[in-house]
Structure formats: C-alpha cells, structure tokens
C-alpha cells in the first residue's frame, strides 16, 4: 500500500483513459501508465504500436480524443504554462527550423522559451561541443545528415533544462558514434534526478539503457515495470517482448527454401 | 540492345500511367495540358504553313527552332523530378553497359507530350521553308535530326548536372523557377511588341546566325535546299549530324561518371573549422526577448527559404509593377499605389503554414495567449520592416510619375489603413484556417486543403476590404464634400492610426485562438 502511494507521489508522468482515433483507425486504446520520476524510460513497441501517438499527446502536441495526462503533477491541457516550461520534446517524423544553422536554431529555441540571450549562448556552446556539433554549428539543419539533426534536436529540446524529457526514436538512423554521444548526454542527464522518456523498437538498446520499460502494442499496454520485471523468465528482453506482441512462432523462412548462396538462378 | 530499349521505353510508359493513376487531377492535368499542347502546336502548325512564301519565313522558322532548343535544353534544370528515367544514379545497380543504356534512354526520351509537341512545331518549321521534292526529303532527315537533338540536349545538360539537381541547392533553385519563367514571359511578350511594330525584317541578322547553330541548323539546311544551295545545306545537315554526335558524347561520358564514381554530395566535405562568425548585425538591430527573437527568424527565412522568398519577390514585384507601369502607359490611377500593401499584407496569411511542421518549435513555446500574442507580433513586425518603407516607397514614386502630389497623404493613409487590416486578418486566418504548404514542387498547398486555404486567403481579403471600409468611406467623402480639399492631409494620420489600431485588435482576436488550438493548427501544418 504505502509502496503504491510512494509511486503515485513520484510519478513524472500520469496518464489515465487515454484515447486516439484516427477515422477508422483507432491508434490509441485506452491507456493508463505511470512513469516513475528520475529513471531511464523506455517505450517499446512494433512499428504502428502508437508510441509517436501517446507521446505527441502526452508533450502536448496532439489533442486526445479521450483521458487525461499529468507532468509533474500538472494537467498538460489545464495548466500548459506549468508543463511547457517542465518538459523538453525530440519528436520523430516532423520538421527544424532547417534554414536555420545550428547555432541559430538552438539560440531561436532559448531564446523563444524567455531564456536571457547569454544564457543562451553559453548553453548552446556547451551543448554543440559535447554534442560534436562545434564544427557544422553555422551550417543550415537542412544540410545535416540524421545523426546531426537529432543531436541538434537534443541539444533543442535539453536548452531550458527541462525535468521530465521525452525523445521519439532518438537513435533511428544514427550511426554508432552519434549514438554513443546521445547516451552519454541522457545517461548524465537521468544521472542528476532527472526523468527520459524514449520509444524504440530496438529491444537491445532499450536493455542497455533503461530501468524500467513500458511495452505497447496495438495501442495498449502490454506490460509495465522495472526491465527485470517485464524481462521475467526470458533471458532477454526481445525473447519477452515478442512473446508479448503475439509475434513468436512465426517462421517465416520455410517457404524460401531456394534463397541461399552458391546458385545464382 | 533492343531488348534494352523496349525496357526503358516500356518502363517510361508505366512511370507515366501510374503517375496519372495515382490521382484524378493529375489524370485531369496530364488530359488538359496534352489538349492545350496539341492545339497550341496545331495552331503553331497552321501559322507556320500560313507563313510559307513569305520572305521572312525562314526567319521565323530558325528563331522557332532555335526556341525550341533552349526550350529543351533549361527544362531539366527547372523540372528535375519531371522524368524519373533522366536521373541514371536510379540505374546505378543494375549490370548495364553505358552505350546500349544511352540508345535506350535517348529512345525512352522521345515518349510524352513534350516531344511530340517539338515534333509537331518542327514539322511546321520544315514545311513553312521548303519547296520541291529534294526539299522535303531533306525534311524528314532535318527533322528527326532537330527532334534528336533537342532530346540529347535535355539529357546532356540534366546527366551533367544529375548532382546539382538532387542536391538542396538544385531544389532550391526548382522553386524559383516559376519567377524566371515569369519574367522570361515579360521579356517574350516585349520582344514581340517590338517586332510587331518593327516588322518581321528585325528577324534577319538573328536569323544569320541561327541558321549555322543546331538545331536550326537542320531546318536551316532545308530552307538552303529550297533555294538550291546543296553545298551550304551539307554543312547544316553535317553541322547537326555533329552537335548530335557531340551531345551523346558528353552525355554518355557524364553517365559513366555518375555511374562508377561516388557521390559525392555523401562524402564529408572538409570541416570548415570552428572558426567564430560574427553574430550578423540583424540580431543586434531588433529588440530583445520574444519580439526580436520571432522577428529575426521571419527576416531570415524570407532571405534563405525558397518558398518565402519565391512568395516574397512575386508579391514585391506585383505591388511594384501594377502601379508604376499603369502610370508609365498613362492608364494609372494613384490609388492603384494600395496595391503594394495589399500585396505584401498577403504575406501575414498562413503564417504557421509557412513554418510547416517545424511549427511544433513554436507550440511547445506557447502555453499562454500571451505568448501567442508575442508571436503573432513577432511575425506582424517582421513583415512591417519591408512592408512599410515598401508601400510608403511605391506609393510616392507612383505619386511622382503622377505628378499628383496633392492626393498623396490620403493614399499614404489608405495603404497603411489597408496594410493593418491585411495584418489583422492575415492573423486570425492563420490561427482560424491553418493549411500546409509542401516544401518540395510547385505546389502551394497540400492536396485536400485547397477549399482551406482559399478561404483563408479570399475570406481574408474581402474580410480586409470590409475593415477598411470607414477610411474608404471617409476618403470618398473628403473628395466628393465642397471644402473637403483642404482636409485631405488629415487622412494620413487617421489612415496610419486607424491601421496601427486595426492591427492590434487583430492580434488580440487571434492570440487566444492560436494558444488554444496549437494541437489543431500544427495537425493542418504538417499534412503533405
């Protein structure tokens, strides 16, 4: 009882009932989730889950059709002026500022949020020489590569020092060294109490990084908990999430018995 | 060899059936512009056999050719996505020899509505010049030569810049393609003027030249037939064959290239360094917080995004070239001087549409009416920074063509009356009816919002034209009243005042709809 109370108090993010529809589409089914504050959080799920869905209407971006999320304690539709200012967002799939450079863009995003400018300034150095960015600052994000742009948007979303953190697919299409970077920075972000919030479908990373884990499939939560605790008996998260996912068993393989080296017919 | 080309030709023909299956419009599109192109070359056609005997026909027939030519040749740096089958990087895997792949592709090219508009003009162009038989079937071979070389020009210049056109810059420049065109229009329809004035004769000396120049050249050598000169037309028939030669030359050369070496646009280029750039001076100029932070933005983004800019130079262009030139051909009337603030008022519509999906930035920095309101006034400003000494600049000039310099204070004050209303509810349409506008083509919006934004944009004007209308009204009333002429100073400040407070009560209106709808909005924004 008093463990459960504990949880309640320090969850980071609240979310009750929540629902998306998208014409026939229902994309969200009814999700309740508390996220522990000041871990390392990973969402997992297929691809089509809803993982981008549930985290643009937790941060904000998209309006539920039904339920109720809380940051920090604050309602993200009632109070915005509490959470806006609580949460950074690395979203997946929409657009920089790209005719902006680097260094541009990150003084806009200070800047906008009512940071005074040489704070901006100052943070935005700091964050482009740990981020491995000094070089390409005053080139325009639209000639970055994927890798660049999603450090740039880290470095974004990290600029007002948020609490609560929350990044869709930070790692999709970044090369090992970039992610290498990416890590460390979250690692030392989550390392001073602070809370991520990050989707993957790449259960390998998700097990080397976080300490607790959410997975979601079809638009609901299939498990919560501590990786141990959804790992259970598997040896591996992937063996326990695609039993999960219903995906087991399926071998696709018998039917391509002609597919292999040696003929080249 | 042939099994090759009947590949690519048959491959040419599905890229462009399932292009036209893809959507209705674009079937409708691909339909009008073949009937539009067909009748245009048919009447080309008559005009050209209309032609034949006069002493100026070859004149016309070169020029016609040689337009044709340029036509082809600036096409692919315009419409790179035209043609999927011009990029050959797309081929790169597959084990083919780059001689076969040239026949193919140059074959492949000859399939599609440009090509048998060239081949329609040209045949115009050939039977407006020649005269007997030895003529005519000099004809057909200058013919399919013009036609094969205006092809091989298309695909020598777009494989020769095949990298500029995949690049951003190359894309950048598709965008402003339509302002060349434009403009280029403008220059056609001056020239025409002129030799309509002046008489075919000022065709002659161009016409000197262009008969040794491929691909007129060609239809240059049939006209030399006609006249009996078989020697000169020799040289033309041969100066063609070669220009041909030549093209497929470079052409395949360039494919090799592209196809064995890496791209280059991958490689890292050298680190510029970490070199310290000085913060430009634009920052420094504008006031500080969220005011100059929204304003330096916009400013930039009219400099270096091309569809800003592109909507930027077109409406600076209008709101400068309908006043001055009705008043240069006499026709003007100082009032058409409110053009200039009408047209750069349109640039506060769909102000979020225009930051596209990166509008989520904004979003997540709004969590109040008040913000909202910063950022509309961010944006307001941004605009009134060129848009006022604009408009003042224009409208004097207007003036002094004129000459009527006593009506300008109460123009001064309509323009500005106008601009504060096109300010006010370019604000609320953008909050109101957001739509998207595709960063990639031509295309100004994304498919399913054109009722959107039309009205956003119409709705808008007439709603413009209806805030304005007490300072219209109050104008009418000065001029028609007996001592109304000596008042008509006072329409400045009542017109800039009555405008600044137009302007503000628009972005009071639509503050707090944009704060409350920034989910709905970035939604709209992002489609396409």
Known sequence: MTDAAVVETAAAVRVRGLWKRFGQQVAVAGIDLDLPAGKFIGLVGPNGAGKTTTLSMVTGLLRPDQGSVEVVGHDVWRDPVAVKARIGVLPEGLRLFERLSGRELLGYCGRLRGLPGAEVDKRATQLLEVLDLAGAQHKLVVDYSTGMRKKIGLAAALLHNPEVLFLDEPFEGVDPVSAQIIRGVLERYTASGATVVFSSHVMELVESLCDWVAVLAAGRIRATGTLAEVRGDHPTLQGAFLELVGARGRDAASNLDWLGGGAAR | ?528
């Not at chain 2, 239809?219 to 220009?243: D, F, I, K, N, R």
């Not at chain 2, 310290?276 to 916009?298: C, D, I, K, N, Y």
């Not at chain 2, 709004?366 to 941004?382: M, T, W």
């Open chain 2, 1 to 528: 060899m042939t099994g090759l080309t009947s590949t690519v030709v048959r491959l040419k023909l599905s890229l462009l059936r399932n292009g036209l299956r893809q959507s209705g419009g674009r079937r409708a599109a691909f339909v009008a512009s073949a009937v539009v192109a067909l009748l245009f070359a048919a009447l080309q056609l008559l005009g050209l056999l209309a032609l034949r005997g006069h002493a100026h026909a070859d004149a016309v027939a070169l020029l016609g050719t040689a337009v044709l030519g340029l036509g082809w040749a600036v096409m692919p740096l315009f419409f790179p996505s035209g043609d999927e089958t011009l990029d050959p990087t797309r081929l790169v895997m597959l084990p083919l020899r780059p001689r076969p792949l040239v026949g193919a592709l140059l074959a492949a090219s000859l399939v599609g509505i440009g090509p048998l508009f060239t081949l329609l003009l040209l045949a115009g162009c050939v039977l407006s010049v020649a005269h007997g038989a030895a003529a005519y079937v000099t004809g057909v071979v200058a013919l399919a030569l013009a036609l094969l070389v205006c092809v091989a020009l298309a695909r020598a210049v777009a494989t020769a810049n095949v990298r500029l056109l995949t690049s951003r810059k190359g894309r950048d420049l598709a965008v402003l393609s339509g302002l060349v065109i434009a403009v280029g229009a403008q220059l056609v329809n001056f020239g025409a003027q002129r030799l309509g004035s002046a008489g075919l004769g000022q065709l002659a000396p161009v016409a000197d030249v262009l008969r040794w120049l491929p691909p007129a050249s060609a239809v240059g050598a049939v006209h030399s037939v006609s006249e009996g000169s078989y020697g000169t037309a020799t040289a033309q028939l041969l100066l063609s064959v070669a220009a041909l030669a030549l093209l497929v030359g470079g052409w395949a050369g360039s494919l090799t290239r592209l196809m064995t070496y890496p791209d280059g646009s991958t490689v890292q280029a050298a680190d510029p360094g970490t070199r310290e750039r000085p913060s430009s001076g634009l920052g420094r100029l504008l006031p500080t917080g969220r005011t100059g932070t929204v304003m330096e933005r916009s400013l930039r983004y009219i400099w270096r995004d091309p569809k800003t800019k592109a909507a930027w130079v077109t409406s600076l262009a209008i709101g400068l070239i309908v006043p001055v030139f009705n008043a240069l051909q006499g026709t003007g009337s100082i009032y058409f001087a409110c053009f200039a603030a009408g047209m750069l008022g349109i640039q506060m519509y769909n102000q979020f549409g225009q930051d596209t999906s990166a509008f989520w930035l904004v979003a997540t920095a709004i969590s109040s009416p008040r913000d909202a309101y910063a950022e509309l006034r961010g944006r307001a400003l941004a605009l009134l920074v060129i848009t006022l000494p604009y408009a003042t600049l224009v409208t004097v000039l207007t003036t002094a063509m004129l000459g009527d310099w006593a009506r300008l204070p109460e123009v001064l004050g309509l323009s500005f009356a106008l601009l504060g209303a096109m300010l006010a509810t370019g604000a609320w349409t953008s909050a109101r009816f957001p739509y998207s506008i595709p960063q990639e083509g031509h295309k100004n919006v994304a498919p399913g919002q054109a009722g959107l934004a039309w009205i956003s944009i119409f709705g808008g004007m007439v709603a413009a034209a209806l805030v304005c209308a007490p300072v219209i009204a109050l104008t009418i009333w000065v001029n028609v009243s007996a001592d109304g002429d000596a008042w008509t100073w006072l329409l400045l400040p009542v017109g800039a005042v009555y405008g600044a407070v137009v302007t503000g009560t628009g972005l009071r209106l639509a503050a707090p709809r944009t704060a409350r709808y920034l989910p709905e909005i970035l939604t709209a924004v992002s489609k396409g």
